[in-house]
């Protein structure tokens, strides 16, 4: 017996077949630029990668067994490929709300703790986010071990840990997996956004820039684009653990199963957002997309970066990482042209 009519499964199909298509086409363009573009590889930017990294193996491994599970009507894989997937989704989002965290103490430090800025080093990022890979990896294997299982979820497309079960083990790993894992992070992104934010506000940010307080501004609009991106990820996964705690709470019972797609969805599309707004938010990430892939200028309509020299464009000196994403636009005539324009004079 099916839990949905048909077209619920295949337009469910479709969204994911649509999810792990873009999701993996714009984090792997975004790996790519970061790959190429030595000047995009600030500590802060690692922290960024990270969570393209994260998003492109969700999208490349994850979604098109939910995909096929979902236009075939139900879980195809058998036991195995739900341990498989249950294990590979929890790892991956998991790591990827622990690196949101670390990089809003990033922001934090660099923003609110200006003396401490010098920590904050491309081995330091390094070391921080193969900390929260780690953490993920803990609480993905601990099923693996005893402490809950992975089972099929919702319409029987997915499987997660056993968010249903009377069992007391599964229901602490399951609150514990709630406290831990999302309560605490946000209360840290909320403590940090919150500082740093006040700072921002009393530090007379309508004043005259020197070119130190340039660097201050790029800092703090780099902490927008990331608030952006962590309030993406809560949008996409709060729905989902609420949804969660009320089975930990009233059993199976309480949420009807066919109900429970709609948060699981939210989850599965949030490996698009951060490359969207990262991209939209950057012009130095978006001209470099356009310097390497040309054909992302259909996507994009930019002013030219400055030209210096015969020929050569040069980026602006603030637009090296993610911070550089509000300097102004040039005013003379060569700043109004496209970037397409600019790369083929730039050949000439």
Partial sequence: ????????????????????TFGVALNGIFIYVFWKQTALKTPTNYFILSLSILDFLMSLFGLPMIAISSFARDWIFGDKGCVYYGFIMTLLGISTISILAAISFDRYIVIVKTHLKPMISQRVATCIIVGCLLYGLAWAIAPLLGWSKYVL???????????NSDNFGDASFCVALLILVLVIP??????CYGNIFYK???????????DNDRGSKMDRDVAKTILWMTLAFIFSWFPYAIFSMTAVIGGKSVIPSGLTVLPTLLVKLSVVWNPLIYTYRNREIRRSMIELLPFVNSFFNLPCMRIQGQGQIRPDRYQNDIEGMVTAPSTSNEGTQTTSKCLQSNKG
């Avoid at 017996?1 to 792990?20: E, N, Q, R």
């Avoid at 979820?153 to 968010?163: D, K, Q, R, Y």
């Avoid at 946000?186 to 403590?191: A, E």
Wanted: charged fraction near 5%.
């Fill in 153 to 163: 979820e919702g319409i029987n497309i997915s499987c997660s840990v056993n968010w």
């Fill in 200 to 210: 921002v506000k009393t530090s007379g940010n309508n004043q005259a820039l020197s």
């Fill in 1 to 20: 017996t099916f839990l949905l009519p048909t077209y619920a499964y295949a337009t469910i199909g479709v969204l994911m077949t649509g999810a792990s």
């Fill in 186 to 191: 946000i209360i840290v992104i909320l403590f």
